[in-house]
């Protein structure tokens, strides 16, 4: 993981820190894990629809 990406991802993790309870909190690591996955998956989806544009 990028020193960036790691450093959102303990910006995100310590601000939800202060909204709940720290003990239900993923990792910062894994947290940036699931926000790289789903930024992915969003991009994929708008492959496919630029994909669909171009036929």
Sequence with gaps: MSNNTHAIAAK????????RD???LPEPDDLAGEIIENI???LAGLREVLA???R
């Design 52 to 54: 669909g544009l171009t």
């Design 40 to 42: 992915a998956a969003g």
């Design 22 to 24: 720290d003990d239900n």
């Design 12 to 19: 995100v993790w310590s601000f939800c820190t202060t909204l």
